[in-house]
């Protein structure tokens, strides 16, 4: 069982456009964390979100923490070639296990 | 500081084989991850260690041995590899900060077993 699900899986959009991108997840998450990773590379953490509905922004990036703190969002305003990778989220489960739990992806292609 | 390091960078074996895989941090985390990569499969963790001399299991640890003998080190190892486990490692470190976890992570090995 997949606790989070990630949509859409894949998506190629044209420099410029606007994007958003889901996590959702039927479990309470005490903080949820967003990761860019480039080809031959490993994740880098963009952002954690740790309040329900808090919003971050991070230069053309919004991350959303839904209310009840099962779901997420990123949303690229104009995004531009260097935006392409692919995006994780990752989700702390309360009690702080230290683990962290990922989704599956969104790999993310923008065209000049 | 380096963050964390992974070696080797690829690595190609047969079946039955065996072989470790060494994750290094100079950060003074307590806590690392072996995590597997593989496509449409996400990351999934394999085992984990809260501090030195100490292991745990993850989602995924049949096949794999770790031992974290020293807290700037943890190692993975695969006593009989199966093509199964081709896939990237990753391994990763993690700060524990006031907002949450922060993961850091290492360049991965492509591993392949043929």
């Known amino acids: 069982t997949q606790l989070l699900e990630q949509s859409p899986q894949f998506l190629s959009i044209q420099e410029g456009e606007n994007l958003t991108v889901y996590c959702n997840s039927s479990?309470?998450?005490?903080?949820l964390q967003w990761y860019r990773q480039e080809p031959g590379e490993g994740p880098v953490l963009l952002v954690t979100?740790?309040?329900?509905?808090e919003v971050k922004k991070l230069k053309r990036l919004t991350f959303q923490f839904g209310d009840a703190r099962k779901d997420s969002s990123l949303h690229i305003t104009a995004a531009q070639p260097g935006d392409t990778g692919l995006y994780l989220c990752?989700?702390?489960?309360?009690?702080?296990?230290?683990?962290?739990?990922f989704g599956k992806g969104t790999k993310l292609t923008v065209n000049p | 500081n380096a963050g964390v390091t992974q070696t080797p960078k690829f690595r190609v074996l047969k079946t039955g084989q065996s072989m470790t895989l060494l994750c290094a941090q100079d950060?003074?985390?307590?806590?690392m991850y072996w995590y597997r990569q593989d496509p449409g499969m996400g990351l999934r963790l394999i085992h984990y260690?809260?501090?030195?001399?100490?292991?745990a299991k993850g989602e995924v640890p049949d096949g794999y041995n770790v031992s974290r003998l020293k807290k700037q080190n943890f190692l993975l190892g695969l006593e009989s590899a199966a093509p199964s486990q081709t896939s990237v490692y990753f391994c990763?470190?993690?700060?524990?900060?006031?907002?949450?976890?922060?993961?850091?992570f290492g360049p991965g090995t492509r591993l392949t077993v043929t």
């Open positions: 950060m003074n985390h307590e806590y």
């Open positions: 990763a470190s993690n700060e524990r900060l006031a907002g949450g976890p922060f993961l850091w």
């Open positions: 479990s309470v998450f005490s903080s």
């Open positions: 990752a989700g702390e489960r309360p009690g702080g296990s230290e683990k962290l739990v």
């Open positions: 979100v740790v309040t329900g509905g």
């Open positions: 260690s809260v501090g030195e001399g100490t292991t």
